[in-house]
């Protein structure tokens, strides 16, 4: 489940300390805009961290604008 918002090409992420998955659309090279929260199966009980063990995931740090 997405925001009305949500456009084909935004990503979906997690923020470090954040609760829900959110939305995200790229703006510029780093920068991107907070489209809203989501709800997606199979992440919504920390098992983001375990894919990024399992290099199935990434963090990557970026600017919220």
Known sequence: MAPRLAQNGDLVCLL???Q???VI???HEEQYSLVGECYLQGIMDGETMK???DGKSYRRDCRLR
Do not use: S
């Open 25 to 27: 659309r790229k703006l």
């Open 20 to 22: 829900v998955p959110f």
């Open 51 to 53: 894919m990024m063990e």
């Open 16 to 18: 470090f300390g954040g």
